[in-house]
């Protein structure tokens, strides 16, 4: 059974995860308006990403014994200067989730939630992947920023990202 500290903690950050979905589509609109549909593709690629995210803490609270609580969520930005604007802001929002993260796995470990600890790894490994996988693409932004045909081409690499039910998540 989930310590209650933990299991709100957790329900705070299974919502966090879907605000980060919520975020990461309207990216994606933003980005088919300005005919960018590779950056739109990604981020639509993220937003099930992190609905995945969800569905692991969902499955967990509730085979934990923990209680679900969804709260409301705030709605996000919904245009961007440029792509490198854009990914910046990718970047300062999975910082923070690596914050959050973090905080839970401190959580745990002062609660000696050794299940959680073990949830947590899973995402603490995926943040490092997040953040570096982002700052690749913001360097190829600057490196490209003013070379509309580079923007060409980072909008066809990013249309070749394929998103895959991890084989633990049911849908």
Do not use: C
């Not at 609109?29 to 639509?44: C, D, I, K, S, T």
């Not at 245009?79 to 796995?105: C, G, M, N, Y």
């Not at 003013?146 to 991890?166: C, H, M, N, Q």
């Amino acid at each position: 059974m989930l310590h209650d500290k933990m299991s709100k903690a957790l329900n705070e950050q299974m919502n966090w995860e879907l605000y980060s979905s919520y975020i990461y589509l309207a990216m994606s609109a933003h980005f088919e308006q300005v005919n960018l549909r590779g950056f739109a593709h990604w981020m639509r690629v993220q937003t099930m990403e992190e609905i995945t995210h969800f569905k692991r803490f969902y499955d967990f609270l509730t085979a934990r014994g923990g209680r679900v609580v969804l709260s409301q969520i705030k709605a996000p930005p919904s245009e961007w200067k440029s792509p490198l604007d854009a990914f910046e802001d990718v970047l300062k929002h999975e910082q923070e989730v690596t914050r959050r993260i973090h905080h839970l796995a401190d959580l745990a470990v002062e609660l000696k939630d050794h299940a959680t600890g073990s949830l947590l790894k899973w995402f603490i490994d995926e943040q490092v992947e997040e953040e570096a996988s982002t700052d690749e693409i913001i360097q190829n932004l600057k490196l490209n920023q003013d070379a509309p045909s580079g923007l060409y081409l980072i909008d066809k690499e990013l249309a070749a990202r394929a998103f895959t039910v991890p084989p633990d998540i049911s849908v």
